[in-house]
């Protein structure tokens, strides 16, 4: 399909890139991303990893697994990149609650989906370019951005904030509070891919911000019925929403707990 065919939203704006003016700009605006390194579980990371944030850019970090086979790792960790792009640009999150209880038991059930606007998998898939890559023993790790009209300054979100490698960030308990934004943190357990630890905690911040979105607009549905005869309650909470432009600003892993954190922005106009 040609990409000119496609029609991106109204909220997607990415920019026609000179790759020759380009590289002189990320060269200038990407200094500091290298300037002090941090240490992951015995590995020396650049910035980038726990701070995915490129100004005017939408950023994207893929980690895949090492493998033989020539080019697999860096494959898996182009399109993880790149799909984490699509999830901040697009989500539509479909997510149910019931509880059914009679006095002395309840039963309770609950699901979640989360998937993206496919019409922005070309745009992405054209628009994206690599900023810079990482080989480590166990992990190929890509970085990837997309031009897009950013809104937000990280040194002024991040405000108050500061990201000390080894101790808790501020922003786990305490998210910053900005008009017009909402901002949600998320929790990923360890699993044996780290990509699908990262993954889990944006999709938890993603649920995070939904969350907070619906109860200002009432889109939320709760139903409560009694059945007096039988003492029972059947309460039930759906949502149902699509969740555009919620950004990365920062990541961080508790490496005594692993546990990781992932903090979202996502602006409301």
Known sequence: MNSKQVKPLKSLKPQN?????????????LIFFWASPFHLSGQ????????????DHVVGVGISE????????????????KEQIYMQ?????????????NGVRSLTSSFDRISIDSSLIEIVDDKSYVIDSLDTESNFIVMMAMRFNHPSKIDVILKGHPLNREEKPKWITT???????????????????????????????????????????SSMEKHTTKNFSHQTTWIEESLDTDIRNSFI?????????????????HRTY
Do not use: C
């Open 175 to 217: 998210p910053p509070v900005k008009k017009g934004f909402i901002y949600g943190v998320g929790y990923g357990p360890s699993f044996k891919d780290m990509h699908n630890s990262w993954k889990r905690s944006f999709e938890e911040a993603l649920k995070e911000i939904a969350g907070q979105k619906i109860s200002t607009i």
């Open 17 to 29: 890139l000179n790759n020759k003016n380009s590289i002189k700009l990320l060269h200038i605006s």
């Open 249 to 265: 600003l920062a990541r961080w892993l508790d490496d005594k707990k692993k546990i990781y954190y992932t903090l979202v922005e």
């Open 66 to 81: 090492r493998f033989r086979e020539a080019g697999k790792s860096s494959f898996i960790a182009k399109t993880r990149a």
């Open 89 to 101: 640009l697009g989500t539509k999150i479909v997510s149910g609650f019931a509880d059914v209880s």
């Open 44 to 55: 020396v990371m650049p910035n980038w990893f726990n701070e995915p944030y490129l100004e």
